[in-house]
């Protein structure tokens, strides 16, 4: 060996350590952003967990008093993220683009966009939480009538579904809707607030930056969501006309005859009950939580600690949906849910308890601002992937040991059963995609006809004659949760492609049948590493190709559900 080789060598090792030492350095700017952080965390971690736990008590109290604490507070962060100071700085670190960590850029990505959409006048911030919290508190409170007596969500939904009296399912459909009435003015006025916001911000309205702010636009969504009504259409005319030849014998009428009330849903965004399988029945007298429970535990997602906290079943004036929650990014997970044993509400606990194994098993080792998931409709994908397993027949068996004759008797209906869900579901999703996008635009035109054109279009039921009541007003998301629908849907797209590829490369086996994945802790581990743990450290697109081997697509969606006949 020739001393100049060592020479040389000693050198190349001298410059490869000079680099990388000084690879790990921060130049002046990540510092300044640095410090940045640390004053942002130390005032709003503190607050965002108080707020958490005020939300998540004011919906199950039901009291005015906790809801205006939890809106007061509301008011407090907003106050923070509308820092004039903070933003402006901000904006020099971001234009400046001397962020080079990647850790830092995707912190500063999140927080300026958060910080964004606060840059107006103070007063107007107040108006739009305090006027949200009034219509929040309408919507929670409110109840429907029937014969002078006040009923439950989860009698309405009772009644719709099992009577076959058109009358009766007439009245409780119309009596849900009035929530819209009360609401109509206060969910307009806070559109308008909301618009007047984001022009100020310099975008076209609110639903455009809302999407811009969640790392989405319009063109892309639209563009999915086109694909998607192309993709469905035929098949979804050829079940409709199946559930109206049902509905038409249920209630002795003609099909011209059938009208929104008769569809077993208040929105028509669950499919009737139209095939020879009864999944309630499976359900009857179980302990739906205890069945959560073990089954998270059998793919290596353990929910003892998140059961503990949670708030489960019917009490006075609690909200009356489900919903997760996490308190503080620290591992305090909680679900709210009104269980009765049914098959709506085994979907829905093993739904939300989807949303909380995904808060729980984000790595506590990134930092605050990126615990979270990497976008809020892969956190749906998760709920959902677990949430159809409520109606897979081979869960049946696994779980609930359901004979394998039964299994092997209900398999092809569970199926259709399934695929009607998921098919009426993508229509509703176009729905309320397609009107929020429209009433953003122009929250002066006549938004009852707007409702009922895009109802008749997409899900291809008729607008009772001469009705004109505000009855897109009565679904909650549209007053309380704008521009988030349309996650829902691309979340069922993504539960398909996570579907196929825990199939294909978790489990190694063919993808032309049904699995539960009971008991493969293996299924656990692969959505801890590659989904949860990442929380919000890649670009949501960047994480599922990491995860998949692909970006997001529709083509497993359609291989489920469209192909899959």
Not at 31 to 52: A, C, G
Not at 422 to 444: H, I, T
Not at 492 to 518: A, C, P, R, T
Request: hydrophobic share 35%; net charge negative; with cysteine.
């Amino acid at each position: 060996m020739s001393f100049n080789f060592v020479k040389s060598v000693v050198a190349t090792l001298s410059l490869i350590l000079f680099f990388s030492c000084n690879s790990g350095e921060k130049n002046e700017m990540e510092k300044k952003f640095e410090e940045f952080v640390k004053s942002y965390e130390q005032k709003v971690i503190p607050l965002s967990k108080e707020i958490n736990l005020a939300s998540y008590d004011a919906s199950i109290s039901g009291k005015s008093e906790d809801y205006q604490k939890a809106a007061n507070l509301q008011i407090e962060l907003s106050k923070i993220y509308s820092n004039k100071e903070d933003f402006n700085q901000l904006l020099e670190i971001k234009n400046s683009e001397e962020i080079e960590d990647e850790i830092l850029k995707r912190e500063l990505i999140i927080i300026y966009n958060s910080y964004a959409g606060y840059q107006l006048d103070e007063k107007l911030l107040e108006e739009i939480i305090k006027l949200s919290s009034q219509i929040e508190e309408k919507f929670n409170t409110f109840r429907a009538e029937i014969n002078n007596k006040k009923v439950t969500d989860n009698e309405i939904e009772e009644i719709l579904q099992t009577s076959s009296e058109s009358k009766e399912v007439e009245a409780v459909w119309n009596s849900s809707k009035k929530v819209g009435a009360l609401v109509e003015a206060d969910v307009i006025q806070l559109v308008k607030m909301r618009n007047d916001a984001a022009v100020k911000l310099g975008y076209k309205n609110y639903h455009e930056m809302s999407l811009s702010l969640s790392e989405q636009n319009t063109e892309e969504i639209d563009k999915l969501f086109t694909e998607l009504d192309e993709l469905t259409k035929n098949e979804y005319i050829k079940l409709k006309d199946e559930i109206d030849e049902f509905l038409t014998k249920k209630f002795n009428i003609k099909k011209e005859e059938l009208m929104p009330w008769h569809y077993q849903d208040r929105f028509f965004q669950e499919g009737p009950a139209i095939y020879n399988v009864n999944l309630d029945t499976y359900y009857k007298d179980r302990d739906i939580a205890e069945i959560t429970k073990e089954y998270y535990k059998g793919i290596g997602l353990p929910i003892d600690d998140l059961l503990e906290k949670s708030d489960l079943y019917e009490k006075e004036g609690k909200y009356q949906h489900a919903f997760c929650t996490h308190i503080d990014r620290e591992g305090d997970v909680r679900v709210l849910c009104n269980i009765k044993p049914n098959y709506r509400w085994m979907g829905t606990m093993l739904h939300e308890f989807g949303h909380a194994v995904y808060d729980k098993f984000i790595s506590k080792e990134l930092p605050w601002t990126l615990r979270s998931p990497a976008h809020t409709f892969t956190t749906e994908a998760i709920a959902m992937l677990f949430g159809r397993m409520a109606a897979n027949p081979q869960w049946l068996k696994d779980v609930l040991k359901v004979p394998v004759e039964e299994k092997d008797k209900i398999a092809d209906e569970c199926f259709k059963s399934l695929k009607l869900q998921q098919l009426v579901f993508s229509r509703w999703a176009q729905v309320m995609y397609n009107f929020e996008k429209e009433m953003y635009k122009n929250p002066d035109q006549d938004l009852n006809k707007l409702w009922w054109d895009l109802v008749e279009k997409y899900q291809m039921v008729k607008k009772p004659e001469g009705r004109n009541q505000p009855d897109w007003a009565a679904k909650i998301h549209v007053a309380l949760y704008p521009a988030y629908y349309h996650n829902y849907l691309m979340g069922e797209l993504l539960s398909s492609q996570l579907y196929f590829y825990i199939l294909n490369n978790v489990l190694k086996v063919k993808d032309d049948g049904d699995y539960s994945f009971n008991n493969v802790k293996e299924v656990g581990e692969f959505l801890k590493t590659k989904i949860f743990e990442p929380g919000q450290k890649y670009y949501w697109n960047d994480m599922i190709e990491k995860a998949t081997g692909e970006k997001l697509t529709a083509k497993y969606y359609a291989k489920q559900f469209v192909e899959g006949n």
